[in-house]
């Protein structure tokens, strides 16, 4: 009876049991798959943002590609001139003359200008800047006067100076050349006057081979003409110079200058423009011009150490009756300290000579004073003078 009692008990019982069992398996199947979804989530949302953020970076990289495209482009059609800094130098010269003679007649005025003594106040202003990495681009600004008078501040000079490479090198110059500015030779005391021939505006190439130096330039100037000022002249100057080096301290050198008329106008374009042409508004007889220069000059320099230097020139040419002339100068001018130099040079028959002794005493790093004593011989004129320079750089 008992045992028969007890078997619906134990029926429900184990139902019960079965029933919680059943329900803990669900409850562990809901629990397992929602930790395994709370570890799935983080991972997608990992993924999506490298989706995401791979994505951004393609876009942003395609666009720093054209904003590099688009500044290279830029820079290649810049001026060339960026990022380069323009240097200004700037120098006041004042010159004076004591002359210890009695009164100044024309021998004595002439005597002077070939001395090629200029007193007065002269200030000069350059500008020099870099072009494509290893050219150079300078303008010279002068103003000169006389009597303590500064006169109009002008553009005097423009050089352009390509280095093209190692052993070639062109240098333009639209404005203002003289000789001395395409010259191979060193700042001697005492100079050929064939470097202070003006030229006008030209090209100078210059070649280099081991120890020897050539350079050939061709330039062109206008002059009026000596017997009517209302005429103009067009000279073509052909400069040429050959340099040879002796030793490390000993060059010689080789200058030649031709100038010859090429034709005569009563209007001038400027020196640069020039006719070519065959046709002529009317039929004039072609003018034969006079007025044709040459001149050549042998150089001999060499540098004792850093700042004495010693050199000697002779010049022949066909301007005047005296073709023939000669130099010799020795210096010690270095650039900050006391400075000495001396000079002499003449004509072939001792028509003209003169000597020169000067001292350049520096005040500072900017400001010197240059006193000399000059006595010149000029056919029947001669003469002694006293000269002092005062010059001021900044």
């Given at each position: 009876?008992?045992?028969?009692?007890?078997?619906?008990?134990?029926?429900?019982?184990?139902r019960l049991k079965s029933f919680a069992k059943s329900a803990q398996d669900f409850t562990n199947h809901i629990l397992h798959n929602f930790e395994s979804s709370r570890r799935r989530h983080p991972i997608q949302i990992l993924k999506r943002l490298?989706?995401?953020?791979?994505?951004?970076?393609?876009?942003?990289?395609?666009?720093?590609?054209?904003?590099?495209?688009?500044?290279?482009?830029?820079?290649?059609?810049?001026?060339?001139?960026?990022?380069?800094?323009?240097?200004?130098?700037?120098?006041?010269?004042?010159?004076?003359?004591?002359?210890?003679?009695?009164?100044?007649?024309?021998?004595?005025?002439?005597?002077?200008?070939?001395?090629?003594?200029?007193?007065?106040?002269?200030?000069?202003?350059?500008?020099?800047?870099?072009?494509?990495?290893?050219?150079?681009?300078?303008?010279?600004?002068?103003?000169?006067?006389?009597?303590?008078?500064?006169?109009?501040?002008?553009?005097?000079?423009?050089?352009?100076?390509?280095?093209?490479?190692?052993?070639?090198?062109?240098?333009?110059?639209?404005?203002?050349?003289?000789?001395?500015?395409?010259?191979?030779?060193?700042?001697?005391?005492?100079?050929?006057?064939?470097?202070?021939?003006?030229?006008?505006?030209?090209?100078?190439?210059?070649?280099?081979?081991?120890?020897?130096?050539?350079?050939?330039?061709?330039?062109?100037?206008?002059?009026?003409?000596?017997?009517?000022?209302?005429?103009?002249?067009?000279?073509?100057?052909?400069?040429?110079?050959?340099?040879?080096?002796?030793?490390?301290?000993?060059?010689?050198?080789?200058?030649?200058?031709?100038?010859?008329?090429?034709?005569?106008?009563?209007?001038?374009?400027?020196?640069?423009?020039?006719?070519?042409?065959?046709?002529?508004?009317?039929?004039?007889?072609?003018?034969?011009?006079?007025?044709?220069?040459?001149?050549?000059?042998?150089?001999?320099?060499?540098?004792?150490?850093?700042?004495?230097?010693?050199?000697?020139?002779?010049?022949?040419?066909?301007?005047?009756?005296?073709?023939?002339?000669?130099?010799?100068?020795?210096?010690?001018?270095?650039?900050?300290?006391?400075?000495?130099?001396?000079?002499?040079?003449?004509?072939?028959?001792?028509?003209?000579?003169?000597?020169?002794?000067?001292?350049?005493?520096?005040?500072?790093?900017?400001?010197?004073?240059?006193?000399?004593?000059?006595?010149?011989?000029?056919?029947?004129?001669?003469?002694?003078?006293?000269?002092?320079?005062?010059?001021?750089?900044?």
């Amino acid at each position: 009876m008992v045992s028969e009692k007890n078997e619906p008990v134990a029926l429900v019982v184990n139902r019960l049991k079965s029933f919680a069992k059943s329900a803990q398996d669900f409850t562990n199947h809901i629990l397992h798959n929602f930790e395994s979804s709370r570890r799935r989530h983080p991972i997608q949302i990992l993924k999506r943002l490298q989706r995401e953020a791979f994505s951004d970076i393609m876009k942003l990289r395609d666009r720093q590609d054209k904003v590099e495209r688009l500044l290279s482009y830029k820079s290649s059609n810049s001026s060339p001139f960026n990022e380069t800094r323009t240097h200004v130098r700037g120098e006041v010269e004042v010159l004076g003359l004591l002359l210890m003679i009695d009164r100044i007649n024309k021998d004595n005025r002439d005597a002077i200008h070939r001395t090629g003594t200029k007193t007065g106040t002269n200030s000069r202003f350059t500008f020099e800047t870099t072009v494509l990495e290893n050219d150079t681009l300078k303008a010279e600004f002068v103003s000169a006067g006389d009597s303590g008078q500064l006169g109009q501040l002008l553009l005097a000079k423009v050089v352009y100076a390509a280095n093209i490479s190692d052993w070639c090198s062109l240098t333009a110059v639209p404005l203002g050349a003289k000789c001395s500015d395409i010259g191979l030779t060193s700042r001697l005391v005492s100079v050929p006057p064939l470097l202070n021939q003006h030229i006008g505006s030209g090209i100078n190439l210059v070649l280099k081979k081991a120890n020897v130096i050539g350079s050939l330039a061709q330039f062109v100037s206008v002059m009026g003409s000596q017997l009517d000022s209302s005429r103009i002249t067009h000279f073509l100057s052909t400069f040429g110079q050959v340099k040879y080096q002796l030793s490390w301290s000993t060059k010689v050198l080789l200058l030649a200058l031709h100038r010859v008329p090429k034709f005569s106008s009563d209007a001038s374009l400027g020196p640069i423009a020039l006719p070519i042409g065959m046709f002529r508004w009317r039929k004039d007889p072609i003018e034969v011009l006079d007025g044709s220069f040459g001149s050549a000059a042998l150089v001999v320099e060499s540098d004792v150490d850093e700042s004495m230097r010693v050199g000697g020139w002779v010049e022949m040419n066909n301007a005047c009756e005296r073709n023939l002339q000669w130099g010799i100068s020795i210096s010690d001018l270095p650039e900050d300290d006391f400075g000495w130099g001396v000079r002499m040079g003449g004509s072939s028959n001792w028509d003209h000579f003169e000597v020169e002794t000067l001292s350049k005493i520096k005040f500072g790093r900017n400001f010197s004073v240059q006193p000399s004593i000059m006595y010149v011989i000029d056919g029947s004129t001669q003469f002694p003078a006293l000269m002092m320079k005062s010059s001021w750089s900044f």
